[in-house]
């Protein structure tokens, strides 16, 4: 049996959702950076939270996960764990890169989203002690 997915459109009250799924996805990679704080990782998300930019992933009818996109961006991509690595994030970014131009990303150095993101046309850009900025150009149209 398959599960459905779909995106719906991101509410103000959508917040709390987001940043609680925030805290929980970083806290490895921040920790083992040395730079998880249990109110600032929730703090960041409330602070740059754009409604009209983000999705809900819905999944099976149920919160797992959330992306914003801004013109040439994609920010807080959040999966719920239980649903990482099973090809949901693969179907949500196929869909949201269709049409897309360049986008830019930033990523926590060592990160597993690393991977998905390269297998989607990601390459690094530029990096620092704690971030991997990454870049897709547009595929050639065929």
């Known amino acids: 049996m398959t599960v459905s997915w779909s995106l719906r459109p991101a509410a103000a009250g959508d917040v709390k959702a987001i940043a609680e799924l925030r805290a929980v996805v970083l ?5 083992r950076l040395g730079r998880f704080d ?5 703090q960041r998300l409330r602070d740059s939270f754009s409604p009209e930019h983000t999705s809900i992933i819905v999944y099976g009818g149920e919160f797992a996960g959330s992306l914003t996109v801004r013109p040439g961006w994609l920010e807080h991509f959040y999966l719920a764990p239980a649903l990482q690595g099973r090809g ?13 131009d360049v986008v830019r990303l930033n990523v926590l150095r060592g990160s597993r989203a690393i991977r998905l993101y390269e297998r989607h046309g990601f390459t690094v850009e530029s990096q620092d002690p704690v971030d991997v900025f ?6 050639p149209k065929s």
């Open 27 to 31: 806290r490895p990679d921040l920790e």
């Open 88 to 100: 949901l994030g693969s179907a949500v970014l196929r869909t949201v890169l269709t049409s897309a």
């Open 134 to 139: 990454m870049i897709r150009h547009p595929l």
């Open 38 to 42: 249990e109110h600032r990782v929730r």
